[in-house]
């Protein structure tokens, strides 16, 4: 048997994203955040790829140690909570869509496993909360500028 393993990653995109105003709301580090147009990465011969739209994530991968994807979407509620009327405004103002996207190991209906509580609590702050295996989940590009 597999060993279960979960976490949540709050995402943001939009071509008019700043990740500085996001990135000042949140205690987490963000996971690859871009503005439309940055460098992707770079492949020696290759033209760099820019970013199509801008990219910000939180994911509570090193912050939330719990197996239970109840837990990480708590976690990520509450750090939009502290802000929240600031995160709504960034998000209306510059045109961003954002959303909650559920990593669960071994996979599992995410609307037979959240609490009540956190759909509610999404509910009423605005934002989305999607399973990895949504065709709206979030697409990852990897920067290989490092390697």
């Known amino acids: ?3 279960t393993s979960c976490h949540a990653l709050l995402v943001f995109k939009g071509n008019g994203l700043d ?3 996001l990135i000042r709301k949140f205690s987490m580090k963000p996971v690859r955040p871009k503005k439309k147009g940055d460098r992707l990465g770079n492949r020696p011969g290759y033209p760099a790829p ?3 739209t801008g990219y910000c ?3 509570t991968s090193e ?3 719990s197996k239970n994807i109840n837990d990480h979407v ?3 509620l509450e750090e939009i909570s502290r802000d929240l009327v600031a995160i709504r405004e960034i998000v209306r103002n510059d045109h961003l869509y954002w959303e ?3 990593f669960i190991h071994p996979e599992q209906q995410l609307k037979l496993v959240l609490n009540e509580s956190n759909v509610i609590r999404s509910k009423e702050i605005g934002v989305r909360i999607v399973s990895d295996d949504s065709s709206d989940a979030v697409t990852f590009v990897w920067d290989n500028s490092a390697r």
Do not use: D, H, N, P
């Open 1 to 3: 048997m597999s060993e």
């Open 19 to 21: 990740q500085a105003k």
């Open 50 to 52: 820019l970013a199509a």
């Open 57 to 59: 994530g939180f994911s």
């Open 63 to 65: 912050c939330i140690s």
């Open 74 to 76: 708590s976690f990520l």
């Open 100 to 102: 909650i996207v559920c």
